[in-house]
């Protein structure tokens, strides 16, 4: 799949938020390696704190489905840069993505922005890590 499709799915996804607090949507789009393609908004709540991101929520999604091989996510929103996933989302793409695998980045004027998931967070904390 194209570059410009994933991102085209990411902004059907970001229709789907649930954002009556930030009023701030976000879409992701990830692909696995068979060619599906996991739909992630943000849904937020009245308790803030259990607010859920895109990226976390197309992933989890994914996951919950027994899918856990992935080549690339798009993420968008509405934003100056290319929107920046939170702290949160690039520890648990870290975890459950390739190093090596593509992270698309965008905002609805087009400007985009790709790096690998090892550059989305360098040194991430691992599974390897909690060994003695
Ligand atoms: O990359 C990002 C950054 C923020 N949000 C969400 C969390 C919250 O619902 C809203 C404002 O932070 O945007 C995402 O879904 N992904
Ligand atoms: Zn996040």
Known sequence: MKMDQLIGEAKIARDRAY????KFKVGA??????????HGCNIEN????????AERTALFKAYSD????FSAIAVVADTDRPVPPCGACRQVISELCPPDMKVVLTNLKGDISELTVEELLPGAFSPEDLHE
Do not use: H, R, T
């Open 29 to 38: 789009a990830l692909l696995s390696d068979d060619g599906q393609v996991f």
């Open 19 to 22: 954002v009556p607090y930030s």
């Open 66 to 69: 027994g899918v856990k091989n």
């Open 46 to 53: 009245a308790a803030y704190s259990m607010c859920n991101c």
